[in-house]
């Protein structure tokens, strides 16, 4: 049977998860056939984070719960349930998700941001 609705959690983690960060794959050219996109729900554990990296491609993101603080490009911005986000080509960034909740978000990028790794900056 085709699936036409779902839930998000239900969805199998990906093999970049770990510990500290859950990541599901939501659409792709491969899942739901979204050619040339990938829309990934991460899940940020509370108190956690990921290191400072940037990309050759830009994200957008949608926040669904919990807080974070993001540092972009040397600015530090503060997102909450109901935001959004825009990260540009080969930018700085990172995001730490607060002490007292889990922050989980919606991520999208072109197909190829979902198949190279990130360059993590020093």
């Given amino acids: 049977m085709k699936e036409y609705t779902g839930s998000l959690r239900d969805i199998t983690l990906d093999d970049a998860s770990g510990p500290t960060m859950e990541k599901r794959i939501v659409f792709s050219p491969k899942v739901h056939d979204w050619p040339g996109h990938v829309v990934r729900?991460?899940?940020?554990?509370?108190?956690?984070?990921?290191?400072?990296?940037?990309?050759?491609?830009?994200h957008w993101g949608l926040i669904l719960k919990g807080e974070a603080t993001a540092i972009v490009d040397d600015q530090t911005f503060e997102l909450k349930e109901g935001g959004w986000f825009y990260i540009?080509?080969?930018?700085?960034?990172?995001?730490?998700?607060?002490?007292?909740?889990?922050?989980?978000?919606?991520?999208?990028?072109?197909?190829?941001?979902?198949?190279?790794?990130?360059t993590l900056v020093e």
């Fill in 88 to 118: 540009p080509p080969k930018v700085h960034h990172r995001f730490q998700a607060k002490e007292h909740c889990d922050f989980h978000f919606i991520c999208m990028v072109p197909e190829e941001g979902d198949r190279l790794p990130p």
């Fill in 41 to 58: 729900y991460f899940t940020i554990k509370a108190g956690t984070g990921n290191p400072l990296h940037c990309h050759e491609w830009p």
